[in-house]
């Protein structure tokens, strides 16, 4: 995921990342694994090399965070969980950022023990009890936010199961039947040429079957921050939010980083590029 941010930022890079599913599992390492590599804006010579996995990790809850600031009613009371792994924790640290009214949270995987694990370790951490329900039916059902972060290729969500008012972050791949996306009252995406090009979320399947051109998508995230467009214009709105991941962000996120490890000096000088062999 290559970027280039302006503004306060000036930070040129790339994260790369891959994702082995089997990990947790087998291995009992993260699903997803990321590296990043920032340049000189100027020279583009590599100024940093670093881990990008806890990184994306958090980009990516802080994304459904800003998302939920803008689209979530502001007196959601419940989250519903579907998948117990990194990125879940992350997405709940984000949303109990943004939710001050949260009472009851919800969490499900097809794993019981890594459901389990999950609650105790999340309840610890940010001080609220986390109820283990045994399908997505009871994760998504009374749920004011609900989160789909998984790797299934079948669908997950059926529309029967959301109730008005209620906002669906969607970051995993084919989550929902496809209804859920036709009958929401807003469609919003942090971005569609990505999603498109991604082709594994539900959204970006259907685009490839010609069920959905997109003319339907109300706006993407940058147009509710920067007031270009309205979020949560009532209570009764069903509000489907898919995020792909800007690379932008990876790239912002990564810069901050890398000057605050300046000042601080903290991390390691590599001499890879200080004595060139050629000019």
Request: proline share 3%.
């Amino acid at each position: 995921m290559p970027a280039y941010i302006g503004g306060d930022f000036k930070a040129v890079g790339i994260k790369w990342i891959a994702s082995s599913p089997k990990n947790p599992q087998v291995y009992g390492l993260p699903r997803a694994n990321g590296l990043t590599v920032l340049n000189d804006p100027d020279t583009l010579i590599p100024i940093s090399v670093m881990d990008g996995t806890l990184l994306s990790a958090m980009r990516t809850g802080a994304n459904s965070g800003v998302a939920a600031k803008y689209l979530a009613k502001k007196d959601s009371k419940t989250i519903g969980l579907i998948g117990a792994g990194v990125q879940n924790r992350t997405q709940l640290l984000a949303l109990l950022e943004v939710m001050e009214n949260i009472q009851t949270i919800k969490v499900c995987d097809l794993d019981a023990e890594r459901a389990n694990k999950f609650a105790k370790e999340m309840s610890e951490m940010t001080g609220h009890l986390i109820q283990v329900v045994p399908n997505a039916e009871e994760a998504v059902r009374g749920s004011d936010i609900f989160v789909t972060a998984t790797v299934t290729k079948k669908p997950i969500v059926k529309r029967e199961w959301i109730e008005k008012g209620s906002l669906y972050l969607h970051v995993g791949s084919h989550e929902c039947e496809f209804d859920v996306i036709e009958e929401a009252d807003k469609v919003v995406v942090d971005d569609w040429e990505e999603l498109k090009h991604r082709g594994v979320e539900t959204i970006s399947i259907m685009y490839a079957q010609g069920i959905y051109d997109g003319s339907k998508i109300h706006a993407n995230l940058g147009e509710l921050v920067s007031g270009k467009k309205a979020g949560r214009e009532n209570d009764n709105e069903i509000i489907y939010f898919n995020s792909v991941g800007l690379g932008i962000q990876d790239v912002a996120l990564s810069s901050i980083i890398y000057k605050n490890a300046l000042e601080k000096g903290i991390g390691t000088k590599l001499s890879l590029c200080d004595v060139p062999a050629f000019v």
